[in-house]
Nanobody, 125 residues
Framework: VQLQASGGGLVQAGGSLSLACAAS????????MGWFRQAPGKEREFVAA????????SYADSVKGRFTISRDNAKNTVYLQMNNLKPEDTAVYYC???????????????????WGQGTQVTVSS
C-alpha cells in the first residue's frame, strides 16, 4: 500500500495551493482519510479529515474557513484545497488513511495507519 502526495510548492501569503494524495494497493472506500502537517521543530499536527463516504469533515481551528478537504473514492484519492495561505502554514504536509475503523471515528489516526511521504508547502510573507 502506498500513499503518494503531490501538489506542494512555494506560494506567497494570500495565495492558494491544492494537494492530492493518491492511494494504491488497496481501496480506502469507507475509511477515513486526512492530512497532517509538521513544521520545523514542531510536532506533527492534525489539519483535516474526511469520512469514508465523504459526507463528514473536520478541521483544525487554524485552517477552518481556508482549507477544504475532499475525496474521490473512484480514484482512491484525497485532496486538500488551501486558500488564503499564511506563512504559519509552512510545513511538510502528510496524508493518512485509516487501516481499520473499529472503535474509532473517521478523524482518528494511529501510527500504524497508512501515511504518505509528505510534500513541502512554503508560504512566503
Amino acid at each position: 500500500v502506498q500513499l503518494q502526495a503531490s501538489g506542494g510548492g512555494l506560494v506567497q501569503a494570500g495565495g492558494s495551493l491544492s494537494l492530492a494524495c493518491a492511494a494504491s494497493g488497496r481501496t480506502f472506500n469507507g475509511y477515513g482519510m486526512g492530512w497532517f502537517r509538521q513544521a520545523p521543530g514542531k510536532e506533527r499536527e492534525f489539519v483535516a479529515a474526511i469520512s469514508g463516504s465523504g459526507y463528514s469533515t473536520s478541521y483544525a481551528d487554524s485552517v477552518k474557513g481556508r482549507f477544504t478537504i475532499s475525496r474521490d473514492n473512484a480514484k482512491n484519492t484525497v485532496y486538500l484545497q488551501m486558500n488564503n495561505l499564511k506563512p504559519e502554514d509552512t510545513a511538510v504536509y502528510y496524508c493518512a488513511a485509516q487501516a481499520g475503523t473499529k472503535g474509532r471515528s473517521y478523524n482518528r489516526f494511529l501510527p500504524n495507519d497508512y501515511w504518505g511521504q509528505g510534500t513541502q508547502v512554503t508560504v512566503s510573507s
